[in-house]
C-alpha cells in the first residue's frame, strides 16, 4: 500500500513562487509513475503535471506550461513541483497521485492513478 503526503501549500502573492513536495511511503519511488491534480471550489479535479518513473519523461497541462517544474528525486522517494509566477487561478487544493506501471510513460487521466494523497491549499492573493 503507497502512501502520499504533500507538503508545502501556502499564501502567496500573485507572481509568487512555491514548492510542493509529495513524499511516498510503502514502496519503491522509482516504480512509480506520479502525477499532480488540483481542484478549485466548485471545480472538477483537473490535471497539471506528470513524471515518469525515471524522471526522463514530463507533461504538463497548457494553463501551468512554462511555469511549473515537475522532478523527483527517487533516492528521497519525494517528488516536486515547482510553481513560478502564480497567479489567481493556481488557487485550489494540490493533489499528489502515484501509479505503478511499468516503462517510460506519463498518465495524465486522474483515473489511470491508483493511490492519492490528501492534498495541500495553495492560494495565490492578486
Known amino acids: 500500500q503507497v502512501q502520499l503526503v504533500e507538503s508545502g501549500g501556502g499564501l502567496v502573492q500573485a507572481g509568487g513562487s512555491l514548492r510542493l513536495s509529495c513524499a511516498a511511503s510503502?514502496?519503491?519511488?522509482?516504480?512509480?509513475?506520479m502525477g499532480w491534480f488540483r481542484q478549485a471550489p466548485g471545480k472538477e479535479r483537473e490535471f497539471v503535471a506528470t513524471?515518469?518513473?525515471?524522471?526522463?519523461?514530463?507533461g504538463y497541462a497548457d494553463s501551468v506550461k512554462g511555469r511549473f517544474t515537475i522532478s523527483r528525486d527517487n533516492a528521497k522517494n519525494t517528488v516536486y513541483l515547482q510553481m513560478d509566477n502564480l497567479k489567481p487561478e493556481d488557487t485550489a487544493v494540490y493533489f499528489c497521485?502515484?501509479?505503478?506501471?511499468?516503462?517510460?510513460?506519463?498518465?495524465?487521466?486522474?483515473?489511470?492513478?491508483?493511490?492519492w494523497g490528501h492534498g495541500t491549499q495553495v492560494t495565490v492573493s492578486s
Open positions: 497521485a502515484a501509479e505503478v506501471r511499468f516503462g517510460p510513460m506519463c498518465l495524465l487521466l486522474s483515473d489511470d492513478y491508483d493511490y
Open positions: 510503502g514502496g519503491t519511488s522509482s516504480s512509480y509513475i
Open positions: 513524471i515518469s518513473r525515471t524522471g526522463t519523461n514530463t
